[in-house]
């Protein structure tokens, strides 16, 4: 019997304290202008002590299934797209479905750096159509506040903290043309390019951080020719043209990438979903938190068609196309 994935509800979180880029001009030889205009980013969310990875990806996932109406009975799988766990192990899903109080299913986290989200969006998809699971789980979630040189101005400026989530669930038959559907996803890597973006050392424990290294303008080059090809493969694979799309929700990581992608597609400004002015990169939260405040406020409809992709460190990227 064919199968396929439906979006049923998304959610999100972001930790209460903002800091603008006033606040860290402060303290770092950088400006708001700086900031701003190489990268769009006005300000960002920085976790305290008890928003950690686990505990933001739970309030997003709960989030999730109040806007899908699902509840914990209904959920076969937690997927946690994440660079920043609280612990190298229990994985930080596994600390996500304890606090949502479920018991059976299976709980892993991903490692795909800023591409996390899509990459673990692929595998929920691939598992759910291949009929191992009916409802998962797939959350983004990261603390890179405590994976940063805060004397770094040029990385330090450039990341927040959140959570992101969705709830897939699986739907009997094929795809129908029109209606909500995950319809195909696409995800790569070129391990070659793994020393432009790195973390040095241990992650996600603030007495013993590793922190963050890039070559930007060398991922920067990466980013537009990565993305433009895989949205061009998911355009083609679903024999799509470019007026199809109604959304773009891309990875925030500099505003003039998510604007050439969005040149690229033809697309009218207000509809590409951005909200790094505000959230910064929040890494593989960055997608599913920007999908949340699109659907939350109205801007994205049921049957509308999402083209959502990123690209991270490994070199890893990808893309997806999801009718909601
Ligand atoms: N404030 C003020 N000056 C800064 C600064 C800051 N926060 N960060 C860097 N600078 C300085 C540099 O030291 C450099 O000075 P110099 O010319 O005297 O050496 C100058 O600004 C230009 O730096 P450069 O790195 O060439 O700037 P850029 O225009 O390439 O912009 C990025 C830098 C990081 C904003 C840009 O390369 C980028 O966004 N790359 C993609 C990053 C990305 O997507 N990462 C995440 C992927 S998931």
Redesign the pocket.
Same mark, same amino acid.
């Given at each position: 019997m064919t199968r396929h994935a439906v979006l049923a509800g998304v959610g999100g979180y972001l930790p209460k304290r903002v800091v603008t880029n006033d606040d860290l001009a402060r303290t770092l030889?950088?400006?708001d202008e700086?900031?701003s205009e &190489? !990268?769009g980013i006005r300000q960002r969310h920085i976790a305290d002590e008890t928003e950690t990875a686990a505990f933001m990806g739970a309030a997003a996932a709960e989030a999730a299934l109040r806007r899908a109406g699902a509840g914990a009975g209904e959920v076969d799988g937690v997927i946690v797209a994440t660079s920043t766990p609280d612990q190298a192990f229990p994985a930080t899903a596994a600390r996500i479905q304890a606090a949502l109080g479920i018991t059976r299913g299976f709980a892993f986290d991903l490692a795909a750096?800023?591409s996390g989200f899509i990459y673990a969006l692929a595998v929920a998809d691939g598992m759910i159509r291949a009929g191992q699971a009916s409802g998962i789980l797939v959350i983004g979630s990261e603390v890179y506040s405590r994976i940063l040189d805060w004397r770094d &101005? !040029?990385t330090c400026?450039?990341f927040g903290d959140g959570a992101g989530a969705v709830f897939l669930h699986a739907a009997e038959g094929p795809v129908t043309p029109g209606a909500p559907a995950v319809l195909s996803t696409h995800i790569h890597a070129d391990g070659r390019y793994g020393d432009i973006?790195y973390v040095d050392g241990a992650v996600g424990q603030p007495d013993r951080p590793g922190t963050l290294a890039?070559n930007?303008?060398a991922?920067?080059r990466h980013?537009v020719v990565n993305l433009a090809a895989a949205v061009e493969e998911a355009l083609a694979v679903n024999h799509l043209d470019r007026a199809s799309i109604d959304w773009l929700v891309p990875?925030q990581?500099?505003r003039r990438?998510i604007d050439a992608m969005g040149k690229k597609l033809g697309l009218a400004p207000e509809r590409v979903v951005v909200t790094i002015d505000r959230h910064a990169?929040t890494?593989a939260a960055s997608i599913p938190l920007a999908l949340a405040e699109a659907v939350g406020d109205g801007r994205i409809r049921p049957g509308q068609l999402v083209l959502m992709e990123a690209?991270?460190?490994g070199l890893t990227w990808g893309s997806a196309l999801v009718r909601l």
């Amino acid at each position: 019997m064919t199968r396929h994935a439906v979006l049923a509800g998304v959610g999100g979180y972001l930790p209460k304290r903002v800091v603008t880029n006033d606040d860290l001009a402060r303290t770092l030889d950088t400006s708001d202008e700086w900031i701003s205009e &190489r !990268t769009g980013i006005r300000q960002r969310h920085i976790a305290d002590e008890t928003e950690t990875a686990a505990f933001m990806g739970a309030a997003a996932a709960e989030a999730a299934l109040r806007r899908a109406g699902a509840g914990a009975g209904e959920v076969d799988g937690v997927i946690v797209a994440t660079s920043t766990p609280d612990q190298a192990f229990p994985a930080t899903a596994a600390r996500i479905q304890a606090a949502l109080g479920i018991t059976r299913g299976f709980a892993f986290d991903l490692a795909a750096a800023c591409s996390g989200f899509i990459y673990a969006l692929a595998v929920a998809d691939g598992m759910i159509r291949a009929g191992q699971a009916s409802g998962i789980l797939v959350i983004g979630s990261e603390v890179y506040s405590r994976i940063l040189d805060w004397r770094d &101005r !040029t990385t330090c400026v450039l990341f927040g903290d959140g959570a992101g989530a969705v709830f897939l669930h699986a739907a009997e038959g094929p795809v129908t043309p029109g209606a909500p559907a995950v319809l195909s996803t696409h995800i790569h890597a070129d391990g070659r390019y793994g020393d432009i973006l790195y973390v040095d050392g241990a992650v996600g424990q603030p007495d013993r951080p590793g922190t963050l290294a890039m070559n930007g303008s060398a991922v920067f080059r990466h980013a537009v020719v990565n993305l433009a090809a895989a949205v061009e493969e998911a355009l083609a694979v679903n024999h799509l043209d470019r007026a199809s799309i109604d959304w773009l929700v891309p990875h925030q990581a500099n505003r003039r990438i998510i604007d050439a992608m969005g040149k690229k597609l033809g697309l009218a400004p207000e509809r590409v979903v951005v909200t790094i002015d505000r959230h910064a990169n929040t890494s593989a939260a960055s997608i599913p938190l920007a999908l949340a405040e699109a659907v939350g406020d109205g801007r994205i409809r049921p049957g509308q068609l999402v083209l959502m992709e990123a690209l991270g460190g490994g070199l890893t990227w990808g893309s997806a196309l999801v009718r909601l």
